[in-house]
């Protein structure tokens, strides 16, 4: 087995590069090397592999059989290893598939709408877009990038934040002509509070009282997985949701939905990022495409 310290593609290079050449001063110009340091190096090189390649003469460098054959096979290789990067380079334009995962209400209201605009001005790019409110392992997943609300967690993660979003309470006007609308927090005790059914930062609304903000606990019949269901289940009469303000402007300007006790939000915001694994050198160019994008136009605000 091959040491990890040795570059065979380099020793196979300068090897090459001697016979093309004729001798080790020709090909030490050619990498900036000394003619003994080559010497030394093909020296070596035959040290590892047990045999001689080059006779060596005061005028002329003779191949020998095995080195007649090492030749023949490393200019193959060296000329794959070329194709390779060339292949690899190729890909500076983006192409190949995109693994996106992202909540409901960021895919409903901020990327459905832009990304036929991404994949014109990538053709070359498929994406797959996975809607969850969980939040995956990137890595087992073999997500690409993520779209993550609230705030992060440490991890090995590199991040780019895409905006931040009001939180606010809602309801429908027929909810609230059947149950009347709150004027205060003591109100909501008799109110139908809907919330999600997985672990948040926050298990409750946070709301102002004397001042001081103070955390009411959810209380409904009723809990969602995403965002999108929740104010579907709102818009619906329901009850009463707090949710993202962007997913429910436009259900506010329509009248399906009508904002509560807005003189008591706290006025706290959600930051939205784009996440992505950091390790292993330079990022994919349809990934870098991707988040660049993202931060164009897929901003939250």
Known sequence: MARLDVNRSGEMEVFAKVVELGGFS????V???TPSAVSKLVARLEARLG???????????????????FYERSIRILADLDEAERSVAASERPVGRIRLNTNASYATHILMPVVPEFL???????LHIIQTDTVVDLMEESTDVAVRAGPLKSSNLIARKLGSTRITL??????LKRHGEPKSIADLDRHNRLGFCYTRAIEGWPLLRGGEQVIIPIAGNARTSD???????????????????????DDIKAGRLVPILEELNPGDLEPFHAVYLGQGGPLPSRVRAL??????KGRVG
Not at 26 to 29: D, H, I, M, V
Not at 170 to 175: C, G, K, L, R, S
Not at 228 to 243: F, N, P, Q, T, V
């Open 26 to 29: 020709a090909a030490a110009r």
């Open 120 to 126: 014109a001005r990538y053709p070359e790019v498929t």
């Open 51 to 69: 045999t001689r390649l080059v006779n060596r003469s005061t005028r002329k460098l003779q191949l020998t059989l095995e080195g007649t054959g």
């Open 291 to 296: 988040l660049d994008f993202l931060g164009e």
């Open 227 to 249: 965002g999108e269901a929740l104010r579907h289940l709102a818009i619906a009469g329901g009850g009463i949701a707090r949710l993202a303000a962007f997913t429910v402007r």
């Open 31 to 33: 990498f900036g090397m």
């Open 170 to 175: 809602v309801a429908a006007p027929a909810y």
